[in-house]
């Protein structure tokens, strides 16, 4: 009896433990018990069931040794990008996996490479005892032929000596990728001689993904005009700074421009110089001019307020007449800046017909002009402005 109780019926071994010995197996040592299994041929990582043999004289005693792993599997998985449809496979994700007993690397379900996106993936580490470890690594999967789009990168104009900002206005977006990156190679640019160069654009997202795009820049010898030029851009800031704050949108940028223009810059139409550049810093300075002058100004804040505009002129027709068109969002509009005939009708972004009414109802050919070189304006105006009481006024327009 008390070698019964003295020998344990249960022994447990951890993988990766050292095997027992004889004395593991009893409460107490007994040099006179005899253990008749070799189990010096197993290690500690043959999991299993054994029976281990002992008798003391005439009495024996059979012993289960169970060698087991409790203790699931360490390991690394790392994010993969490929291509849609192309192969992936487990060892891809996996960097390390670590265990006493082999480990078996598997998907917890296979991933999707048909479609674009960025996805986790359940890779799945598990022993030779059943343990589990669950790795979740990243998986994007791109489509090749979508390369990052680079914007606003335009062919300038500079003279020789100033200088020239080539990132200002230029955004690059790429999909799946809200960091890709953007070089400009401008090292062929001289701006101290005269000439056209080449700038080239590069973009380059995470997946490696290539646009490139170049334009030109145009390197002028200074005219004769050049500081009136300085002069005509620093009082279109200065203006511009008073007229517009952040929460106009489009619209109300340009009638805080068209008003402005209107009301600043007095009616005479004996000013002959017919320079761009010389008759909008006369109207920015307060001037009086004609309709030239009242034209280039508006046109010279426009374009500064960040506008597309359009020089337009009667042709044919009795003398001479000058407006502009504005693109509001995807639309062209016609804007006639100057301040006459404003009791019959005041044309801020206005229309093809509301034009060719003025011209057969307010004062023939007034606005007669090529319609094909031009783009065609929508049906109705977003915008209606009168003038009363010394002053313009805007309303808005239901827009179908």
Not at 142 to 157: A, S, V
Request: hydrophobic share 35%.
């Amino acid at each position: 009896m008390r070698f019964q109780e003295n020998i344990r019926s249960v022994v447990t071994v951890e993988a990766g433990e050292a095997m027992p010995t004889r004395e593991d197996f009893m409460e107490d040592p007994w040099d006179s018990v005899v253990m008749d299994t070799d189990i010096g041929k197993l290690t500690s990582v043959q999991l299993g069931v054994y029976p281990v043999e002992f008798h003391w004289g005439p009495i024996t005693k059979s012993v289960t040794l169970f060698i087991r792993d409790s203790v699931p599997p360490k390991g690394e998985a790392r994010d993969v990008i490929r291509k849609v449809g192309e192969e992936v496979t487990v060892d891809d994700f996996v960097v390390s996996a670590e265990d006493v007993t082999p480990v078996n690397k598997y998907f917890y379900s296979d991933p999707d490479m048909t479609e674009e996106g960025t996805r986790t993936v359940r890779v799945v580490l598990e022993d030779a005892g059943g343990n589990q470890t669950i790795l979740t690594p990243k998986l994007s999967v791109y489509d090749p032929e979508k390369k990052p789009e680079i914007r606003g990168m335009l062919d300038q104009m500079v003279y020789v000596g100033e200088t020239i900002s080539y990132r200002n206005g230029v955004t690059v977006t790429a999909d799946q990728d809200t960091n890709p990156q953007l070089e400009i190679d401008s090292a062929s640019v001289d701006l101290d001689h005269a000439g056209v160069y080449p700038v080239t654009y590069t973009a380059t997202d995470k997946f490696g993904r290539v646009s490139r795009e170049t334009v030109r820049i145009t390197v002028a010898d200074l005219p004769d005009n050049y500081y009136d030029m300085l002069e005509a851009d620093r009082l279109a800031d200065e203006t511009l700074a008073a007229l517009i704050s952040p929460t106009m949108d489009e619209i109300d940028k340009a009638f805080a421009i068209f008003r402005w223009v209107r009301k600043s810059i007095p009616w005479n139409n004996t000013r002959t110089p017919r320079d761009e550049v010389e008759e909008s810093l006369a109207g920015l300075r307060g001037e009086s001019g004609d309709c030239f002058t009242h034209a280039v100004t508006c046109k010279r804040l426009l374009e500064h307020a960040g506008f597309e505009v359009l020089f337009l002129h009667r042709d044919p027709g009795p003398g001479q007449h000058y407006w502009l068109m504005v693109r509001i969002g995807k639309s062209w509009y016609h804007m006639d800046p100057s301040p006459v005939y404003m009791h019959q009708q005041v044309n801020f972004l206005a229309t093809d017909e509301e034009l060719d009414w003025f011209s057969y109802t307010v004062r023939p050919n007034y606005y007669i002009h090529n319609y094909t070189d031009y783009p065609a304006t929508p049906l109705v105006s977003p915008a209606k402005v009168v003038y009363k009481k010394g002053d313009y006024y805007m309303t808005r327009t239901e827009q179908n």
